[in-house]
């Protein structure tokens, strides 16, 4: 009996090492990789840690410094950027987790010397006050928008919810919201 069991072992032993040779070596995690980030329509090639953010990847590598590192946990959405046209944290978002979506930061919205509507219309109700948190807040808005969630105030104020602004410009927030909405919507 024990030499039936032994040798029942062995095609089980010999099975798993052959899958095991199968399957790649991991790459050492504290080595750069390369990555593809396309930002704002252009394809930027970058060598990095593994752990890097979206934000550290914009900020750091690419110097696009709209994107603001509030809080560092996904919980204030000054760092919000849009992933192909979805809102997301990038602070909480690994780069390269986004390498071949397009990320559109706030530096991407203008187009030659015409702001974004979203941007102008922060501009029109003075929806900003310090303005750190400005960059989020109006990637948030545009999302918002393309979602459908800008048609109450209360809906805007539900959907804008995960930006905080400091200086507590929400009512000229949501009026800039309101105004954009109708031109985001028809472009």
């Known amino acids: 009996m024990a030499g039936a069991a032994g040798s029942a072992l062995v095609p089980i032993t010999a099975r798993a090492a052959a899958e095991e040779a199968r399957v790649p070596a991991a790459q050492d995690p504290a080595l750069p990789v390369d990555v593809t980030l396309r930002v704002n329509g252009k394809d930027?090639?970058?060598h990095i840690d593994a752990r890097?953010?979206?934000?550290?990847?914009?900020?750091?590598?690419?110097?696009l410094t709209g994107s603001k590192k509030g809080c560092d946990h996904g919980q204030c959405?000054?760092?919000?950027v849009l992933i192909d046209d979805r809102?997301?944290?990038s602070c909480l978002t690994l780069a390269l987790a986004?390498?071949?979506?397009?990320?559109?930061?706030?530096?991407g919205?203008?187009?030659?010397?015409?702001l974004h509507p979203m941007q102008q219309a922060f501009i029109d109700n003075d929806a900003f006050q310090c303005g750190y948190c400005t960059p989020g807040q109006i990637m948030s808005a545009i999302a918002c928008v393309k979602e459908g969630h800008a048609g109450s105030e209360a809906d805007i104020r539900e959907y804008m919810?995960?930006?905080?602004?400091r200086c507590a410009a929400y009512p000229n927030i949501v009026a800039?919201?309101?105004q954009a909405a109708p031109e985001i919507m028809k472009g």
């Open 98 to 107: 986004a390498e071949g979506q397009e990320v559109t930061t706030i530096e």
């Open 77 to 80: 959405g000054a760092c919000t």
């Open 44 to 46: 930027k090639r970058l």
């Open 87 to 89: 809102r997301v944290v």
């Open 176 to 178: 800039a919201v309101k």
């Open 109 to 114: 919205l203008a187009t030659d010397d015409r």
């Open 161 to 165: 919810s995960g930006n905080i602004c």
């Open 52 to 63: 890097t953010t979206v934000l550290d990847a914009l900020r750091d590598h690419l110097k």
